[in-house]
């Protein structure tokens, strides 16, 4: 089992910046790729940001495309989501993930974090 513990949400303005931190105490954390998911009320979870298990390799949904940006500290084992140049649209709750196979749909992930909250105020 592996436990993910997100830290680092609040509440922010528009254009500001926050740094999301998802933190897990597996000793294995180098076997997963690790993915940030966001779900707003009444909207389905969708994904965001997904980094391969050595960090060489990224990718991101258009809608945060050169604005956030994900990087993994795998002798720290966490793995980071810069966000830069928020909008009201990004507000939603941000679930870290973990999983063993590449790919940009919640399935794809066997481990999740409780998730933290981002709100972003116009």
């Known amino acids: 089992q592996v436990q993910l513990v997100e830290s680092g949400g609040g509440l922010v303005q528009a254009g500001d910046s926050l740094l999301l931190t998802c933190t897990t105490s597996?000793?294995?954390?180098?076997?997963?790729?690790m993915g940030w998911f966001r779900q707003a009320p009444g909207k389905e979870r969708e994904f965001v940001a997904t980094?391969?298990?050595?960090?060489?390799?990224?990718a991101y949904a258009d809608s945060v495309k050169g604005r956030f940006t994900i990087s993994r500290a795998n002798a720290k084992n966490t793995v980071n989501l810069q966000m830069n140049s928020l909008k009201p649209e990004d507000t939603a709750v941000y679930y870290c993930?973990?999983?063993?196979?590449?790919?940009?749909?919640?399935?794809?992930?066997?481990?999740w974090g409780q998730g933290a909250q981002v709100t972003v105020s116009s």
């Open positions: 980094i391969s298990r050595g960090g060489g390799s990224t």
């Open positions: 993930a973990a999983g063993r196979t590449p790919g940009q749909r919640a399935y794809d992930y066997d481990y």
């Open positions: 597996t000793r294995t954390f180098t076997n997963y790729i």
